[in-house]
């Protein structure tokens, strides 16, 4: 074992006593080196650091005595912590008080107890003492962290509890309150309005579930892209045009630009840049109390990126901010103008998703004059299908069903009355009268007392007696030939595989839209 020790004393004889003693000690190699004033050990122990395993101090030194010594080494948070063995001419109390404990020394004795036997253990010891010492600091200091990140994590909590409160109520409360208007008087004069808002307000929550199912898939890494070929300016005008109106609403100028010279197709997923781009607009809006929302789009044929651009004039974001507007619920700060709106998780999943897609979203610029943000992302160009490309958002009316949809079998396991009054309703759109199941067993009874198979199985995965799955497992172990759809509220991807791995033929995540139905059977039955 090696150690280096320095020996601060203005006396070279005493300094000497020092060194000889703890060369007798054949079980350790010491190195030494020596100073004779304060000054020059400060000096000594800034040049050599780390080095240096231990000082041993003579009280009272020409230039300063020890206790202004150890002042000045603390003092200077450049030169890293060393023990300290005070050395004194005597031992009395008034040399050595516990103050100089308090300040980091180890250990004192009197030059006339150096020994051969006593001075190696003072001097290990010593070393010892102040290794210990530093782990209980630095315990100390990681348990104070800690405590500081549960504190923001409290506070993170009960933020995004609040906000996440607010924006169920808000929809909750049109939803409840359009509702209740409409049970005492169905034919109101504005009926048709308060069913569009009530729609409208339940299109939001189902948005704000997406979100929390999206950043739950970015926390489990299971957060994914699927790219077609897509009409990019068609997705930009769309989501523009959504937007345009809220902007308007706001007093805000709104405008927006197409790649020129774009391909006619893109290969990218246009779910998910449209969720982007919505969440891009939908803050730049938010936090813009006048002026104008630009967004640009551009495209890059050499690297084949596509490029979008959202510039607002709001207030701009603070620089200790900028990185937290990215992070879960974590909304930045508030205006003077405006409250926080939403749940602070928009920003966090598009830079996930753009970064998924081989790009990035940044804030490329931000002043008190307003800010941009951009998007990138991988566009290659693909060629033109045989069929027009129609954005996954874009929705066409439910109509009327095909001549011999009137007589199909269908049988739907739900076990909620209103589920099961919805479906019934929905389908009687279609001509087509289903059967019901309360449960799974209810169910798998039906089919196997029936003389004829049905065309469809509707199956809920979640109810009590017997769920889906097993329902499902058991009608396939019985081979039963019918398609069996998967009607779930749980939408993670883990979820949809198990539906899938029971043997169910397609999956359908609630809630279920009049479309979404409609298309089922012209997929099954023309």
Not at 49 to 75: H, K, Q
Not at 377 to 402: G, L, N
Request: with cysteine; glycine share 6%.
């Amino acid at each position: 074992m090696k150690y280096h020790f320095l020996i601060i004393d203005d006396s070279p004889e005493d300094r000497n006593v020092v060194v000889s003693a703890l060369r007798r000690d054949i079980d350790v190699r010491y190195r030494f080196t020596e100073a004779a004033t304060g000054a020059d050990g400060l000096e000594k122990i800034a040049t050599l650091g780390s080095e240096i395993d231990l000082v041993f101090l003579d009280y009272r030194l020409p230039d300063m005595d020890a206790r202004r010594f150890v002042e000045l080494l603390l003092g200077d948070s450049t030169i890293p912590p060393v023990p300290i063995v005070l050395v004194t001419g005597s031992i009395g109390t008034d040399r050595f008080d516990k103050s100089f404990l308090e300040k980091g020394v180890q250990d004192f004795f009197g030059k006339s107890q150096i020994t051969a036997e006593i001075l190696p253990r003072i001097a290990i010891n010593a070393i010892e003492r102040h290794k210990l010492l530093l782990k209980v600091v630095e315990s100390e200091r990681k348990a104070e962290q800690a405590m500081i990140m549960a504190d923001q994590a409290n506070r993170s909590k009960s933020q995004f509890l609040t906000s996440l409160s607010h924006e169920l109520r808000t929809p909750l409360t049109a939803i409840i309150g359009f509702a209740e208007i409409l049970q005492q008087d169905l034919h109101a004069e504005d009926a048709a309005k308060m069913l569009d808002m009530i729609a409208n307000s339940g299109e939001h929550l189902l948005e704000l579930l997406n979100d929390l199912l999206d950043i739950a898939k970015v926390e489990a890494g299971k957060l994914e892209v699927e790219s077609s070929p897509t009409d990019v300016c068609r997705l930009i005008d769309s989501a523009c045009e959504l937007l345009k109106y809220r902007a308007t609403e706001s007093g805000l100028q709104f405008r927006w630009e197409t790649p020129q010279n774009c391909p006619p197709q893109l290969m990218i997923d246009p779910v998910r840049v449209r969720q982007i781009l919505i969440n891009l607009l939908t803050n730049a809006i938010k936090f813009t109390d006048h002026g104008s929302i630009h967004c640009q789009s551009e495209y890059n044929y050499a690297r084949e990126k596509l490029w979008i651009r959202v510039t607002d004039t709001g207030p701009g974001i603070l620089p200790d901010v900028v990185e937290r507007i990215f992070t879960p619920f974590d909304q930045g700060p508030a205006t003077r103008e405006k409250k926080l709106l939403g749940i602070g998780l928009g920003l966090a999943i598009s830079r996930q998703l753009a970064n998924l897609m081989g790009g990035f979203l940044r804030l490329e610029e931000t002043s008190e004059n307003g800010s941009t943000f951009l998007l990138e992302i991988d566009a290659p160009e693909c060629a033109p299908s045989s069929q027009e490309t129609v954005p996954a958002h874009v929705q066409t009316e439910a109509k009327p069903s095909s001549d011999n949809w009137d007589k199909l079998s269908i049988l739907i396991a739900e076990d909620v009355d209103a589920n099961r009054y919805l479906l019934k309703k929905v389908f009687a759109r279609f001509g087509i009268e289903p059967e019901f199941a309360k449960d799974g067993r209810e169910a798998c009874d039906s089919v196997f007392a029936r003389s004829s198979p049905y065309d469809l199985i509707v199956m809920d995965m979640q109810m009590p007696v017997m769920d889906g799955y097993e329902a499902t497992a058991l009608l396939k172990a019985r081979e039963v030939e019918t398609p069996v759809i998967a009607l779930t509220a749980a939408a993670l991807s883990n979820d949809v595989e198990r539906c899938l791995s029971v043997g169910c033929n397609q999956v359908l995540v609630k809630p279920v839209s009049v479309k979404q139905l409609q298309t089922l059977l012209m997929d099954y039955f023309g």
